[in-house]
T-cell receptor
C-alpha cells in the first residue's frame, strides 16, 4: 500500500547529541512537510519541500535542518537537541501545497535525556 | 499564533450520541480541512471543504462552513468508541505564494461505550 513511513518510531538521544529522523513516501507526492507536535498541542510546521524547493518557517530554530535527496525521502536533522525538543515529529506529504489533503506518517517520538 | 481555535477543548459523550466540534479562524481561507489523530499516531484526513461550499457530508461526518463568521463545525453522528481521538481543523489561506496549512488547537473526544 502507498504510504508515508517514518523511522524510527521512537528515538532517544542525549542532550546535545545530533539526531536524524527519516521519512519516506511511496505516494510520489511533490510536497513533504515536517511538523513538531508537543503533548496536547497542535502540530507546528517546521518546514516543507515543494519538490527540491525548501521552505523554512520563520520561527523554526536554526537547530533544525532538513534534507530531501530525492522525491521519496526526507530527513530531519536536529544538530544539538535540547530538552525542549522532546516531542512527536510528524512527516506528511501532499500533491499540491494547501490544495489537497496531507498524508501523515505515524510519527517519531523523540526523547532527550 | 494559531489560525484555528477549537472548542470545546475536550468532549465526553456516550456511544450512539452525536458529537459537535467547532473551529474558528482569523483570516480568509481557501479551504478548511478536518483531521483525526488517535493517541500517539499521525493525523488522518477526514474531509475538506472549500470556501465556496457551505456544507459537506462524508459517511457519519457533516461539516459546515460559515465564512462570514469565520467558523466551521464538525458533526459526528451516532458516535462509536472507535471515534475516540483528537480532532483538528486546518486552514489554508490560499494566498498566492503562501503555501501553508495551519492546524487549530484540537478537540479531544472521548466516546464511552
Amino acid at each position: 500500500d502507498a504510504m508515508v513511513i517514518q523511522n524510527p518510531r521512537y528515538q532517544v538521544t542525549q542532550f546535545g547529541k545530533p539526531v536524524t529522523l527519516s521519512c519516506s513516501q511511496t505516494l510520489n507526492h511533490n510536497v513533504m512537510y515536517w511538523y513538531q507536535q508537543k503533548s496536547s498541542q497542535a502540530p507546528k510546521l517546521l518546514f516543507h519541500y515543494y519538490d527540491k524547493d525548501f521552505n523554512n518557517e520563520a520561527d523554526t530554530p536554526d537547530n533544525f535542518q532538513s534534507r530531501r535527496p530525492n522525491t521519496s525521502f526526507c530527513f530531519l536533522d536536529i544538530r544539538s537537541p535540547g530538552l525542549g525538543d522532546a516531542a512527536m515529529y510528524l512527516c506528511a506529504t501532499s500533491r499540491v501545497v494547501g490544495d489537497y489533503e496531507q498524508y501523515f506518517g505515524p510519527g517519531t517520538r523523540l526523547t532527550v535525556t | 499564533s494559531q489560525q484555528g481555535e477549537e472548542d470545546p477543548q475536550a468532549l465526553s459523550i456516550q456511544e450512539g450520541e452525536n458529537a459537535t466540534m467547532n473551529c474558528s479562524y482569523k483570516t480568509s481561507i481557501n479551504n478548511l480541512q478536518w483531521y483525526r489523530q488517535n493517541s500517539g499516531r499521525g493525523l488522518v484526513h477526514l474531509i475538506l471543504i472549500r470556501s465556496n461550499e457551505r456544507e459537506k457530508h462524508s459517511g457519519r461526518l457533516r461539516v459546515t462552513l460559515d465564512t462570514s463568521k469565520k467558523s466551521s463545525s464538525l458533526l459526528i453522528t451516532a458516535s462509536r468508541a472507535a471515534d475516540t481521538a483528537s480532532y483538528f481543523c486546518a486552514t489554508d489561506p490560499g494566498h498566492r505564494g503562501y503555501q501553508k496549512v495551519t492546524f487549530g488547537t484540537g478537540t479531544k473526544l472521548q466516546v464511552i461505550p
